[in-house]
């Protein structure tokens, strides 16, 4: 396989930098689905599926929510490769029985992350990324439970910020944002989080941050390799 095939679950609400930050970070055929508009791949034959942030809580009652859930719960179930980024990754706990919760709390700007001493991340996801990474987060809800069988991958003081099930990985940060979107992002919590602490995350967004949570980055190689692995069997990797 040369280059892989993915659904794109957009649940960001046609936010722009959405899906040109994930066109820009997956080297993968992207067929691309507004999933807040019901719109949900007819098939699972992909050789994997991104499912995307959002301003949504998984535990809205929703029609399109608990419809996106059911097809990630079967696509796993189908074991086809899966990588749920921020909302993405809380739609994953959710899916593969896991709980997700309100923090009462905002954590957002670049922050440090990680990864669980002893974890053995025979999937290679965090591949190439220091042991404690910088990464930009924003989000108010958790995954205060993970599912049955998963395994811890990273984390920081806020909880759960990285799993793996099977075939599923889930990330709470966002590695695909570049400046502009942690910025504009930022200066959309007006009205939900003090003007002085969105003043402090918007002087946080550095080229000198930025430049360290590129690192972070490499995560999305490491997916696509591994579903072209999944797929084509371990040579596949190594060609």
């Not at 280059?3 to 066109?23: I, M, Q, V, W, Y």
């Not at 942690?182 to 000198?208: H, M, N, W």
């Amino acid at each position: 396989m040369d280059r892989p095939r993915f659904a794109l679950l957009d649940a960001s609400h046609g936010e722009t930098h959405t899906r040109r930050n994930f066109r820009r970070e997956l080297d993968a055929a992207l067929a691309e689905f507004d999933v807040t508009e019901g719109e949900l791949p007819s098939t699972y034959d992909y050789d994997g599926a991104v499912i995307t942030g959002s301003r949504a809580s998984v535990y809205w009652d929703e029609p399109w929510i608990g419809s996106l859930v059911d097809w990630t719960a079967e696509a796993a179930r189908r074991e086809l490769p899966l990588l749920g980024v921020c909302y993405g990754h809380q739609v994953l706990a959710e899916a593969l029985g896991g709980h997700v919760a309100g923090m009462g709390e905002y954590e957002i700007g670049y922050r440090e992350v990680r990864r669980v001493d002893g974890t053995a991340d025979d999937a290679g996801l965090f591949a190439g990324i220091s042991d404690s990474f910088t990464v930009f987060t924003t989000h108010s809800d958790h995954v205060a439970e993970l599912p049955p069988g998963a395994t811890l991958l990273a984390e920081n003081e806020y909880g759960v910020h990285a799993f793996r099930k099977g075939h599923a990985f889930g990330v709470q940060f966002h590695p695909e944002y570049d400046p502009d979107t942690a910025a504009s992002v930022t200066r959309g919590k007006d009205g939900q989080l003090p003007v002085e602490r969105i003043e402090a995350v918007l002087d946080g967004i550095t080229d000198e941050r930025y430049a360290a949570a590129c690192e972070a980055k490499r995560l999305f190689e490491n997916f696509v390799d591994y579903a072209r692995q999944a797929h084509d069997g371990p040579a596949a990797a190594a060609d």
